[in-house]
């Protein structure tokens, strides 16, 4: 199982093993191009040594009184060896950075697959802001580090290697005096590995719950300058924002903590290295140039070791990064993919029918949920849920969509169909208006996306594909929520579902399209089997069965006009909510009518 995330973050983060199977999935199917960028390194590492072997050789000429010609092939060699070591990193960079990218273009890929996988639950009970900084902040940080740090690392890494090999070849004893540095660079090292994970992972947390107070703060603007609580909200967003920058803080003092570390390494180590140097050439052990070319060789470590530690840094931040997102993955995986069953049967285009039978499921830890509910919603039928809020109606359209795997008992849609799902939550997404319609199939044809535009009474959508004058363009940006929703349902009718939930689909529309958009409901429920959570009774008038919802179970059933004349949920709803509307004696298909959010307490009829 994956692990928690901290901080309030409800998504899981993976584990080393997991993010390590993750990378290594992807890793496998390009073995060949990870083979050809270590030969590459290899190589550039190995012609990085020519330069300080031949700067030796020529502080040995120079001193022996050589002449000009020799010395000047000395520099041609260092201008060989700097030239050719230079173009092989740049070679081994490139096809490294092809790799990098390339798995990073399939874990994001495959990151935002399992998003989309996800059971609404899941991110329902998480900060959004926690789901929107793993697609966002950890994938740039991932990017970031593979795309910039992982080729500079691992060129370090076989400099390093190398390096060291050249340098006990040179003279064992010079290579000994350099691991004089070794104290330094591991305490300083293990010090900053032991804080630092458990820094960078509370800082991309807590940048996470900073966003998501901003984003809080944003999307309630109107509620909180209605309650007059927007200092609240600033003060909550100042909390946030000041925690993020005292962790961060703390992570730039762990990473001067490893600098100075480093920075005694190095002294340590070429102070040793010079210093036995000169007994050895004092006992004729060795030469100046040989003494020069091991001091260089050392020297040349301090780049590729600083560049693998302070690398350190960023890869921690990747690797918290890369946790979070495979963790993401991974609890896609742990979702069922088919949360209800569906018995498969030839005829597929025949509508489907929907059988509930003995459904239980309940809300980890808590007592709400649905208990026991079975019902059968014919093929081509709508069948009305309509209940005060919290009865569990909701609940009900989650569970028969597959957003939440029931506890006990079954769902069958016969033949096999996946529900397309319509709730009260108001999408416009970026882009124009075919943009926006595509998204439901993405080869529809213009034709096809005016038919549908049509088919939901969207006559001003068709003027804005037109371009007619004084309709803008055909951008989808200004719309109010009716229009949006309005879309959104003409985008159900593109994809002509067999099988449509509409969850409360009009309870955010607002008064002024609201006729538009109960027409365009009504035409998206014609002829398909249809599940509808009703929060305006008029919806219920003229489907073909009524369900009503209380105390998670289902009470009462039957057509409107039979719970009319029975006493129960029902009736009483209309009866309150009608004559708070229109007056005494309504008349049942008069208009809208909207449930309480308290429960009536007449008594109630069980199916």
């Known amino acids: 199982m994956v692990g928690n995330a901290q901080l309030g973050a409800s998504l899981p983060i993976a584990t080393g093993r997991q993010v390590w199977h993750a990378l290594r999935r992807h890793l496998r199917t390009r073995r060949r191009r990870l083979s050809a960028v270590a030969v590459l390194f290899l190589a550039a590492s190995a012609l990085g040594l020519v330069m300080p072997a031949c700067l030796g050789r020529i502080v040995d000429a120079v001193t022996a009184g050589a002449g000009f010609a020799t010395i000047a092939l000395w520099v041609g060699g260092v201008a060989v060896g700097a030239i050719g070591a230079a173009l092989m990193g740049l070679w081994a960079a490139r096809v490294l950075i092809g790799v990098v990218q390339d798995v990073l273009a399939e874990l994001r890929e495959e990151v935002f697959s399992s998003a989309m996988r996800l059971p609404a639950r899941h991110v329902d009970d998480s900060e959004s802001a926690d789901l929107l900084s793993r697609v966002t902040g950890d994938v740039d940080a991932v990017s970031e580090a593979g795309g910039n740090v992982v080729p500079g690392l691992l060129s370090a890494g076989f400099a390093i290697a190398v390096s060291v090999v050249a340098l006990a070849a040179l003279n064992p004893w010079l290579a000994l005096a350099g691991l004089a540095c070794v104290p330094c660079y591991a305490l300083g090292t293990r010090a900053f590995l032991r804080r630092s994970r458990v820094v960078f992972r509370e800082i991309r947390a807590r940048e996470a719950a900073r966003s998501q107070a901003v984003i809080e703060a944003v999307h309630g603007h109107d509620t909180l300058t209605a309650l007059n609580e927007q200092e609240i909200a600033l003060e909550r967003v100042a909390h946030r924002a000041e925690a993020s920058i005292r962790t961060q803080v703390t992570g730039v003092g762990i990473r001067n903590r ?6 005694g390494g190095e002294a340590a180590g070429l102070i040793a290295i010079l210093g036995a140097g000169f007994a050895l050439h004092m006992n004729g052990a060795i030469t100046v140039g040989a003494v020069t070319a091991a001091a260089l060789v050392f020297h040349r470590l301090f780049d590729p070791i600083g560049q693998l530690i302070f690398g350190l840094d960023d890869i921690q931040r990747a690797a918290i990064g890369l946790a979070r997102l495979v963790g993401v993955i991974e609890l896609a995986s742990e979702s069922p993919a088919t949360p209800h069953s569906a018995t498969v049967r030839t005829e597929l285009g025949s509508d489907p029918a929907i059988t509930v039978d003995s459904l239980t499921f309940r809300y980890p830890g808590s007592d709400r949920g649905i208990v026991d509910a079975s019902f059968v919603v014919p093929a081509g039928t709508t069948t009305v849920i309509v209940g005060a809020s ?18 006990r008992g079954q769902i069958r849609i016969d033949p096999a169909a996946v529900p397309y799902v319509l709730t009260q939550e108001i999408h416009l997404f970026r882009g124009s208006i075919a943009d926006n319609m595509r998204l439901a199939a993405p080869g529809a044809s213009d034709s ?59 309870a955010d529309v607002g008064l002024q399209h609201r006729a538009d958009v109960d027409r365009a409901v009504e035409a998206l429920r014609a002829g398909r089997t249809t599940v509808l959570i009703a929060h305006q009774l008029h919806h219920a008038v003229a489907a073909d069965q009524i369900l009503v919802c209380a105390d998670g179970g289902i009470v009462q059933r039957g057509s409107h006009a039979e719970l009319l004349q029975r006493r129960g949920h029902y009736r009483q709803f209309w009866e309150t909510q009608t004559r708070g509307l229109q007056g005494p004696a309504p008349d049942p298909a008069s208009g809208p009518a909207v449930l309480p ?11």
């Open 258 to 263: 490893l600098f100075r570390s480093l920075n």
């Open 390 to 407: 919290g009865s569990g109606k909701s609940t009900l359209a989650r569970v028969i969509a597959g957003h939440d795997r029931p506890g």
């Open 448 to 506: 096809q996306i005016s038919d549908a535009l049509t088919a939901a009474g969207a006559d001003w959508a068709l003027r804005r594909l037109a371009g007619e004058p004084g309709s803008s363009n055909a951008a989808a940006a200004g719309l109010d929520d009716g229009r949006v929703q309005q879309l959104a349902i003409a985008r159900a009718l593109l994809a002509d579902p067999a099988a449509v939930i509409l969850d409360e689909a009009t």
């Open 597 to 607: 959010t308290t429960e009536p307490t007449d008594e109630t009829e069980t199916p």
